[in-house]
């Protein structure tokens, strides 16, 4: 491979949906548009997302809880491809950018973003590193939900209108949903190989049976939260966004067949489900940001 393509699939680029979706969402929320605040919410959601990525790439390497057999695509340090200190240099420049755009935002509507900003920044540095690294804990689904979902989504509606309406809330629980769906059949995958080198991810903890349900029930959620968001909005101001808001459900042919997928897939085939299921929130958040554009103006 060449260099380039070396760092772009470091990045795992098929997934990074994650952290554009709630940008979009949030965006559509906010119903207002301010188009530098948009480019540097997009930089610090990808940036802290591909800095997360080659962090984990760095930690599990030099920890040594990568192995060959692992199904997924090969890791840059474990596999040779890339130097520890070059993957840590580069997770460390994600986080500069995020950052640097972060403190943008942070000047320009409230100063009390750069707390929240260190958060997220130590909350990437301790997925996978420090002495009891939370994503082993089985925390990891609870800070995604948490970081790409509520506040990625809330916090891009509030730098725009300075404010997070109650779409803007309800909108991040069901784009963090299908955040959490991605990490679910992310170690579902991984669940003999992570329990091999002692990573006692929430999927190790829950066995193969009970990760599949939770995915199925994360899908299920995003879906549902958006049904009762539009009730709520419905009953509180009337017609409102609620008719538009349920474009969301055209996601439903995509969810379908990871649900259907995910019952039967195994090893490789997991891959294919993760994918789809980065598909699934992205499809999912363009026509929940449509239909949240369309029903504000």
Known sequence: MSPVSIWVRGARPRTLGASVTPVVVGTAAANEVVPWRFVAALLVGLGLQIGVNYANDYHD???GVDTAERIGPPRLVSSGLASAQSV?????????????AGLA?????????????ATAMLALWLYSGGPRPYAE?????????????????AGTAFVHAESVPAAA???SAAVGFLAVAILVANNLRDIETDAA???RTLAVRLGDRRTRALYRACVVAAFLVV??????????????????????????PVANRQVIAIAGAQGRALIGVLV????????FGVLLAAGLWIGRT
């Open 276 to 283: 789809g299921t980065a598909l699934l929130q992205v499809v």
């Open 88 to 100: 840590l240099l580069a997770a460390l420049a994600c986080v500069f950018v995020a950052g640097v």
């Open 105 to 117: 935002l942070a000047f320009a509507t409230t100063l009390w973003l750069v707390p929240l900003g």
């Open 227 to 252: 049904a009762l968001g539009v009730i709520a909005e419905a009953i509180d101001e009337g017609i409102g966004i609620t008719p538009w808001a349920l474009l969301a459900f055209g996601a439903l």
């Open 169 to 171: 809330w309800w909108s």
């Open 137 to 153: 804990l089985g925390l990891g689904e609870l800070m995604v939900f948490l970081y790409f979902g509520v506040l990625a989504t």
């Open 61 to 63: 390497g030099v920890r």
């Open 197 to 199: 080198a002692g990573r």
